[in-house]
């Protein structure tokens, strides 16, 4: 009887931490949709845009990765970008620029 109540309980604690890391935001999932971002970004600059790249990317809480992006431009200057990618109660990545220093 105590065996079943133990697997019991394993079996619960299993399904809740799987159901609590299911709403918890990935790296490569706020990365990727970090270089898509800066991708759009330095397209929307059209010719003057030469390159472009995601750095780092922190962690803030379970929900919300920020990450460090670089847009270089053809005259020799350049941007960086803090993105905030936050996921949302509907599973949907929210993205913002919270950061923008050129020069």
């Not at 918890?24 to 898509?36: D, E, G, I, N």
């Not at 460090?68 to 350049?78: E, P």
């Not at 990618?85 to 620029?97: G, I």
Request: net charge positive.
């Amino acid at each position: 009887m105590r065996t079943k109540i133990a697997l019991l309980c394993l079996a619960a604690f299993l399904v809740v931490g799987s159901v609590a890391a299911a709403h918890q935001l990935p790296y490569p999932t706020a990365r990727k949709f970090t270089k898509q971002w800066v991708q759009e970004a330095c397209d929307d600059r059209g010719p003057s845009c030469v390159t472009w790249k995601v750095t780092k990317c922190g962690r803030i809480n379970v929900h919300r990765v920020d990450c460090i992006a670089a847009i270089a431009f053809r005259d020799g200057s350049a941007c960086v970008f803090i993105l905030e990618n936050r996921l949302k109660p509907n599973n949907f990545v929210h993205q913002r620029r919270r950061s923008t220093k050129c020069g």
